[in-house]
Nanobody, 119 residues
């Protein structure tokens, strides 16, 4: 069974930095896409950044130039380096992994890690 375990959230002042990490386990196949989503109170979960197995990346406009996503395929880990944090970045951040299993694309989610940016 695929499991995603996140770490690295916390409280930081505006302008500070945090690094989130996520380790996937339970699959012998490569995850096609790994990503980070954020969900602020009262809002829908939104894509922050994604990275494919070919290292192609995609970022939300709100984080471009501030956040960097990276992955280690051999270790099945994905990280999100967050710099110049703003109060509006405050949210629960979820790790996501997509993998093709039995001809279908399956989505897996971590439990979420809280990021709070104080002004």
């Amino acid at each position: 069974q695929v499991q995603l375990v996140e770490s690295g959230g916390g409280l930081v002042q505006a302008g500070g930095s945090l690094r989130l990490s996520c380790t996937a386990s339970g699959s012998s196949s490569t995850f096609q896409i790994m990503a980070w989503y954020q969900q602020a109170p009262g809002k829908q979960r939104e894509l922050v950044a994604a990275i494919s197995s070919a290292a192609n990346t995609n970022y939300a406009d709100t984080v471009k130039g501030r956040f960097t996503i990276s992955r280690d395929i051999a270790k099945n880990t994905v990280s999100l380096e967050m710099n110049s944090l703003k109060p509006e970045d405050t949210a629960v951040y979820y790790c996501n992994a997509k993998i093709i299993q039995s001809g279908a694309i399956n989505n897996y989610w971590g439990q979420g890690t809280q990021v709070t940016v104080s002004s």
